[in-house]
């Protein structure tokens, strides 16, 4: 059982795992999560409860792959729009490959992801919609080990026919030192007609 708790004031939440073993301890596990978090960032105000269950194992020697659904609500305003109370079920599934050298300082090693989150109209959602986000990084140290070098990518689209629908919680923001430094941390999206 594990218990995250983060506060600023920008973003909050709590959100807490349960991992039960199945097959393999460390390698086939159930998940069952609850959160609830909270967030006012620049014209983005939200508030989402979730739970959800998942399967994760491990498959071939160094990938993973995850499956599960959760249910959320969530209470939003984006801009100038009316504020918003939405839920849905989100079926969701992942892959991912991680492979670093041993030790307790390795100069080398590489991950990379690929998840996709859906949900549709018929269960409750505000929108049909298709989310999906991947990434990389690269760890490379030199020879003598004085220098190392860290590469780091992240892409996500969401295909909807609707994209105002799209709950604020799954949508793409940028900004901040982990994303575009020199904008504040995810205060960079579109505008609407009022300029927000």
Do not use: C
């Not at 079926?91 to 991680?98: D, G, I």
């Not at 780091?152 to 604020?168: C, D, H, K, S, Y």
Request: charged content about 25%; glycine content about 10%; hydrophobic content about 40%.
């Amino acid at each position: 059982l594990s218990i995250d708790v983060e506060a600023s004031g920008t973003q909050q939440s709590l959100e807490s795992t349960w991992r039960i073993p199945h097959s393999d301890p460390l390698d086939d596990v159930f998940e069952v999560t609850a959160g609830l978090q909270g967030k006012d960032i620049a014209d983005t105000e939200s508030l989402t409860a979730t739970a959800g269950v998942a399967h994760a194992m491990r498959i071939f020697s160094d990938w993973s792959f995850r499956y599960g659904l959760s249910a959320e609500l969530e209470r939003y305003r984006v801009g100038s729009e009316t504020q918003k109370d939405v839920a849905y079920l989100m079926p969701a599934v992942s892959l991912s490959r991680a492979a670093i050298a041993p030790g307790l300082d390795p100069g080398r090693g590489s991950r990379i992801w690929s998840s996709v989150d859906l949900s549709d109209s018929a269960v409750g959602a505000p929108a049909d919609f298709v989310r999906w986000r991947g990434g990389g990084a690269l760890l490379r140290a030199s020879e003598d080990d004085l220098f190392r070098l860290l590469l780091r990518a992240e892409l996500g689209a969401i295909w909807t026919n609707a994209f105002n629908e799209v709950p604020a919680s799954l949508r793409f923001y940028a900004g901040g030192d982990q994303s575009i430094r020199g904008y504040d941390y995810q205060t960079l999206a579109p505008r609407d007609v009022n300029g927000k």
